[in-house]
């Protein structure tokens, strides 16, 4: 709606903003009848979350997703230093990026539990 360039990761950064109100609101921030209402809607940023109905730390996050202009959003790496989705760890940690497990951590009774959950090792 911008009519800008595909800016990466800050792009991806409003689509999971998005997903994420959806998922802890239960409704989609912008919604309209048609497209030209739509983008009224996403330009102006018409979007609310009703008081008391996600945590001042959910709320926060939400808002630094949901930023206009691209450049101006939280950065991916930021996010994951948040207090919201850091929530459950430990003061001096936070969630990390993923990173696959060695293939020696395949040992034979993880293949077998994965086995009965209708895995083949193929697939593993």
């Known amino acids: 709606f911008l009519g800008i360039p595909y800016y990466g990761p800050s792009v991806d950064i409003w689509s999971l903003g998005v997903i994420l109100f959806t998922l802890v609101l ?62 459950g760890y430990a003061p001096d940690d936070h969630l990390r990026p993923y990173r696959e497990l060695p293939k020696s951590q395949l040992d034979d009774s993880r293949l077998k539990a994965m086995e009965k959950m209708g895995f083949t090792r193929t697939d593993l």
């Not at 497209?35 to 979350?49: A, F, Q, V």
């Open 26 to 87: 239960g409704h989609l921030p912008f919604d309209a009848r048609d497209l030209r209402e739509l983008r009224s809607k996403i330009l102006g940023l018409h979007y609310s979350i009703p008081r008391g109905a996600v945590s001042p730390e959910c709320d926060t996050l939400l808002r630094k997703m949901l930023i206009l202009d691209p450049k101006d959003r939280s950065s991916l790496k930021s996010l994951m230093l948040d207090k919201w989705v850091n929530m």
